[in-house]
């Protein structure tokens, strides 16, 4: 599903990627607007698609699959968007997946944030083992 979602996203095709996220689905991105249900995420999307990212491509890594029952699950990811050639894991994105009436997975709740590196830098200086 999320290589579909991808796939949208670098077909510029908002309403196509809006069709993976549930109609009553919440967005939140890493600037901390958010979209409520599918319809707000398709027109939200819609200028990002054709104009301020028009012809960027999205890169999206799984870091963790957590299932919460057998209908939902939880995907951490790093991400990004770029119009460059190279497209940078500098978000880290959490999707909530759900599974439909039949058997498909649709997103019911994103969030998007953007990496700090001095944030990652201290947090990781402070890891001690368990």
């Not at 996203?9 to 549930?22: I, L, Q, R, V």
């Not at 990004?80 to 709740?109: H, I, M, Y």
């Amino acid at each position: 599903m999320l290589a579909q979602m991808v796939e949208a996203w670098d077909d510029g095709d908002a309403e196509n990627y809006a069709s993976y996220f549930t109609t009553d689905a919440t967005y939140v991105t890493f600037l901390g607007s958010v979209s409520k249900g599918r319809s707000a995420i398709a027109s939200d999307h819609e200028p990002v698609l054709t104009r301020f990212q028009k012809g960027s491509r999205m890169r999206v890594q799984v870091t963790s699959i957590r299932f919460i029952g057998d209908d939902v699950a939880i995907i951490l990811s790093e991400g990004g968007v770029s119009k460059g050639r190279n497209v940078p894991l500098n978000k880290v994105q959490t999707f909530v997946f759900e599974r439909q009436a039949d058997d498909t997975w649709l997103c019911a709740a994103f969030q998007n944030s953007k990496k700090n590196k001095l944030m990652g830098w201290l947090t990781s200086r402070n890891e001690r083992p368990a």
